[in-house]
């Protein structure tokens, strides 16, 4: 059985930096597209970037570009998202998602394209 852990979030002032973490069980995370996704209340859940099952191809929201790098370790079977310079609008609950379907990991896909989801932790961005 799938599963998807998330940590590491937590309050950070505008300008600092953050890593959260995704601990993944129960399946072969090198198998699995993996990305990252935030939502703020009353609003749609968001991509924030997404890795290929290697680690050799990302995407990001224009939003992050330059700013939060996604990463796996496969051998350890955790995703991480590195937040550098974060912005007030950065702050949302941020998800760790999984899927085994590739085009999960296209440029244009959406969160329903993923079928593996954590519970999330919250970042808060303060200037």
């Known amino acids: 059985q799938e599963q998807l852990k998330e940590s590491g979030g937590g309050s950070v002032q505008t300008g600092g930096s953050l890593r959260l973490s995704c601990s993944a069980s129960?399946?072969?995370?090198?198998?699995?597209?993996m990305g990252w996704f935030r939502q703020t209340p009353g609003n749609e859940r968001e991509k924030v970037a997404t890795i290929w099952t290697d680690g050799q191809y990302t995407n990001y929201a224009d939003s992050v570009k330059g700013r939060f790098t996604i990463s796996r370790d496969n051998a350890t079977n955790i995703l991480y998202l590195q937040m550098n310079a974060p912005k007030s609008e950065d702050t949302a609950m941020y998800y760790c998602?999984?899927?085994?379907?590739?085009?999960?990991?296209?440029?244009?896909?959406?969160?329903?394209?993923?079928?593996?989801w954590g519970q999330g932790t919250q970042v808060t961005v303060s200037s």
């Open positions: 998602a999984a899927d085994n379907s590739i085009a999960a990991c296209y440029s244009d896909s959406v969160a329903s394209a993923f079928n593996y």
């Open positions: 129960g399946f072969k995370m090198w198998r699995y597209c």
